[in-house]
T-cell receptor, first 112, second 114 residues
Framework: DAKTTQPPSMDCAEGRAANLPCNHSTISGNEYVYWYRQIHSQGPQYIIHGLKNNETNEMASLIITEDRKSSTLILPHATLRDTAVYYCIVLAGGTSYGKLTFGQGTILTVHP | DVKVTQSSRYLVKRTGEKVFLECVQDMDHENMFWYRQDPGLGLRLIYFSYDVKMKEKGDIPEGYSVSREKKERFSLILESASTNQTSMYLC?????????????FGPGTRLTVT
């Protein structure tokens, strides 16, 4: 699975959009981009994933560049409850068992 | 709404005790996982199960065993707890089919072994 690079920390004002970048320059054609987050002392939470098209769900949007070497997770209206560590990971598709490995992630702090 | 529950949020056990951690999912998922998470070491896979009564070792299975007698339940057993097993234990589940591989996690059990 390809490695990812994320900034160690970011700040965002409450109500504003939070844009979290991720570089995955060695991604291969069958690998998906996944985002999870982990609020302090809780289990990780799946947010969104995509292959090459932009994706949106009730939690966030995922923008993947045309060359697929980087992506951005967008939380459109950040709230204090969005303060968490955000993990970007790249995984091959298919039906393999899918061990997850988190890197250091980005600590997002949403302030009033 | 998807749901993975774990039997305890916090647990304190003594060295040498046998410890059972239970996980239940209500999504009819085939795959279930046990991880531990430690500061600086990230998430590490202990065991996973791809079906009832089926199990596979992950990266750090030593000192642990698992049981999956029913599809919705996956138990982690510490045969003889040791202080180096003090950790946050996370259970997850995932559907078997399809290209999508998102895992759904429980709230975690913070185990302290004294």
């Amino acid at each position: 699975d390809a490695k990812t690079t994320q900034p160690p920390s970011m700040d965002c004002a409450e109500g504003r959009a939070a844009n979290l970048p991720c570089n995955h320059s060695t991604i291969s054609g069958n690998e998906y981009v996944y985002w999870y987050r982990q609020i302090h002392s809780q289990g990780p939470q799946y947010i969104i994933h995509g292959l090459k098209n932009n994706e949106t769900n009730e939690m966030a949007s995922l923008i993947i560049t045309e060359d697929r070497k980087s992506s951005t997770l967008i939380l459109p209206h950040a709230t204090l409850r969005d303060t968490a560590v955000y993990y970007c990971i790249v995984l091959a598709g298919g039906t393999s068992y899918g061990k997850l490995t988190f890197g250091q992630g980005t600590i997002l702090t949403v302030h009033p | 709404d998807v749901k993975v529950t774990q039997s305890s949020r916090y647990l304190v056990k003594r060295t040498g005790e046998k410890v059972f951690l239970e996980c239940v999912q209500d999504m009819d998922h085939e795959n279930m996982f046990w991880y531990r998470q430690d500061p600086g070491l990230g998430l590490r896979l202990i065991y996973f199960s791809y079906d009832v009564k089926m199990k596979e070792k992950g990266d750090i299975p030593e000192g642990y065993s698992v049981s999956r007698e029913k599809k919705e339940r996956f138990s982690l057993i510490l045969e003889s707890a040791s202080t180096n097993q003090t950790s946050m234990y996370l259970c997850a589940s995932r559907a078997q089919a399809g290209g999508s591989r998102e895992q759904y996690f429980g709230p975690g059990t913070r185990l302290t072994v004294t």
